[in-house]
Nanobody
């Protein structure tokens, strides 16, 4: 059974930084994409950043130049470094893994990020 566990959320002032981490366990294909999504109250879940196991990354326009995604395939971890945080970044952040071989998506339980003005 594949499990994703996020950590690193919290409360930070605008302009501050946070680093989110996602630890994965279980068996899944090495051909995959991992990413961070977020969902603010009353809004749909949206992609923040993703990174394929083969390297290509993708960022939402709203976080480009502020957030950086990285992964360690040997440790099965995914990180999101968030700098210059804004109140509009406030949301629950979810770790996501898409197994490209069996076309299955896995989600973590989410971690709250709150940015105060």
């Amino acid at each position: 059974q594949v499990q994703l566990v996020e950590s690193g959320g919290g409360l930070v002032q605008a302009g501050g930084s946070l680093r989110l981490s996602c630890l994965t366990s279980g068996r899944f294909s090495s051909i995959n994409s991992m990413g961070w999504y977020r969902q603010a109250p009353g809004k749909q879940r949206e992609l923040v950043a993703s990174m394929s196991s083969r390297g290509p990354t993708n960022y939402a326009d709203s976080v480009k130049d502020r957030f950086s995604i990285s992964r360690d395939n040997a440790k099965n971890t995914l990180d999101l470094q968030m700098n210059s945080l804004k109140p509009e970044d406030t949301a629950v952040y979810y770790c996501n893994l898409f197994d490209m071989v069996i076309s299955t998506t896995y989600w973590g339980q989410g971690t709250q990020v709150t940015v105060s003005s």
